[in-house]
């Protein structure tokens, strides 16, 4: 009996047609409608438009790629990992998060330690958290000493989005790190976390640590916690000589005394 191929896949057919369309604009609409369709039998006609001579083709080919997120197409998009531009580079590194799997997570941490543009680097770290793999945990680690402020950032909201033994360890080591930016990335992801494990340390952050960013971010991660045991500590940080520390630690008492009102 021979099978009828279904609307979508006849639907499919018929915009990938438009791929090669002479007008760029309309191959970029024609990539854009086959990613929002998602099917995997689309990725061959998009990974041949890679190569597009019109950036915003390439740039939607690639995005296509990352919504129909199926692992097929990474070998593909190997190739726009060394292309000229970075915004190509910076969109290849998010569909590669998208995808996920440990080619992704390869590929990425190649874009991380070697390309030149902070953009694409802050691009790949992002994506090395939303793929949520302890794989991604040691380059994620690494890049908390990276020179950029956004990517020390988000190297610690990505170790959160892991949330794994292992991510929480390495966040309270770097705690004890001596660049201020690393302690209160950290500090702040510990928060995201809200593990009752952490909050030890940051209740030495907030008594002890001398950046007052630092001793922000610990009374804001108690708050979010919300545990009872950290109320003497905050009340102690009423009393800080930085007004932002101050501020969140009142902040954070309000949301731990709302928390057992409720109970």
Known sequence: MIQTPS????????????LDDNHPEIRAKA???LGKIGEETAIPALANHLDDSHINVRLKVIQALGKISSEVAIPKLVSTLTDSNPTIRTATAEALG????????LHLIELLNHDPEPSVRLSAVQSLGKTCSEDA??????????????IVYFAGHGLAQINSEKSIKALIKALEEPNDKIRSSAAE??????????????????QQDPSPEV??????????????????ALINALSD???SVRLSATDAIGKIGSNYAKI
């Open 137 to 150: 945990v040691p380059p994620l680690v690494n890049s908390l000493k990276d020179k950029d402020i956004q």
């Open 31 to 33: 990539a854009e409608s």
């Open 215 to 232: 001793r922000t971010n610990a009374a804001k991660s108690l708050g979010e916690i919300g545990l009872e045991e950290a109320i003497p």
């Open 7 to 18: 609307y979508t896949q006849i639907a499919i057919s018929a915009i990938a047609k438009k």
């Open 241 to 243: 000589e930085e007004d």
């Open 189 to 206: 992801a510990l928060g995201q976390i809200s593990s009752e494990k952490t909050i030890n340390c940051l209740i030495k952050a907030l």
């Open 98 to 105: 998208q995808i996920g799997g440990t080619q992704a997570i």
